[in-house]
Antibody, heavy 124, light 108 residues
Framework: QVHLQESGPGLVKPSETLSLTCAVS?????????WGWIRQPPGKGLEWIAT???????YFNPSLTSRVTISVDTSKKQFSLNLSSVTAADTAVYYC?????????????????WGRGTLVTVSS | SYDLTQPPSVSVSPGQTARITCSVD??????AYWYQQRPGLAPVLVIY???ERPSGIPERFSGSSSGPTVTLTISGVQAEDEADYYC???????????FGGGTKLTVL
């Protein structure tokens, strides 16, 4: 059974870059699964950020794409998120997720395993 | 844009059937997925590809699709089912994920 664990600073200053890492255990990160990030502002709904494959494919939320990078490090069995130029609106619980993606004629893209989430607050 | 519309809240008594709808405002309609989020916990996938149930999810959870509306049905609701439920799909490109605003299910 896959286990996902987020790590990173809980407090980031405005205009700086938010960086999070997700450690994957219980399964190879080189498998056919994709890996991604979803966030949830306090008291609000879910927002997809990005999804990536170990071989290089990446997909981004159009509203965040200019500020987001996502990468998969197979040697360390982890994947990472960088979100630049953060503001208070980026304060949220950030979840790392295992993604199921298929995109050829019929599309599916969903999240079958979630980390526990980590709260990141943007404040000076 | 590609929007998913859910009712903000649904209330049912224990043992009754809860139905949570999710309306899609664009075509072609893609598969829908449903997540349960209990307070303070991470979401859990309860339905995928409109009607499929992951292993470990109770049989009382089912999904259906008709036209622009997908529905999560919880039969014989239990107190433990009180949670927020989110529908999710992808836009017409198949790559961009969209979530509904969530529905708070209250078990009276």
């Amino acid at each position: 059974q896959v286990h996902l664990q987020e790590s990173g600073p809980g407090l980031v200053k405005p205009s700086e870059t938010l960086s999070l890492t997700c450690a994957v255990s219980g399964q190879s990160i080189n498998s056919g699964y994709y890996w991604g990030w979803i966030r949830q502002p306090p008291g609000k709904g879910l927002e997809w950020i990005a999804t990536a494959y170990h071989a290089g494919s990446t997909y981004f939320n159009p509203s965040l794409t200019s500020r987001v990078t996502i990468s998969v490090d197979t040697s360390k069995k982890q994947f990472s998120l960088n979100l630049s130029s953060v503001t208070a609106a980026d304060t949220a619980v950030y979840y790392c997720v295992r993604s199921v993606y298929y995109g050829s004629g019929i599309y599916y893209h969903y999240f079958d395993s979630w980390g526990r989430g980590t709260l990141v607050t943007v404040s000076s | 844009s590609y929007d998913l519309t859910q009712p903000p809240s649904v209330s049912v008594s224990p043992g009754q059937t809860a139905r949570i709808t999710c309306s899609v405002d664009a075509l072609p309609k893609q598969y829908a997925y449903w997540y349960q989020q209990r307070p303070g916990l991470a979401p859990v996938l309860v339905i995928y590809k409109d009607t499929e149930r992951p292993s470990g999810i109770p049989e009382r959870f089912s999904g259906s699709s008709s036209g622009p509306t997908v529905t999560l049905t919880i039969s014989g609701v239990q107190a433990e089912d009180e949670a927020d439920y989110y529908c999710q799909s992808v836009d017409s490109s198949g790559t961009h994920v969209v979530f509904g605003g969530g529905t708070k299910l209250t078990v009276l």
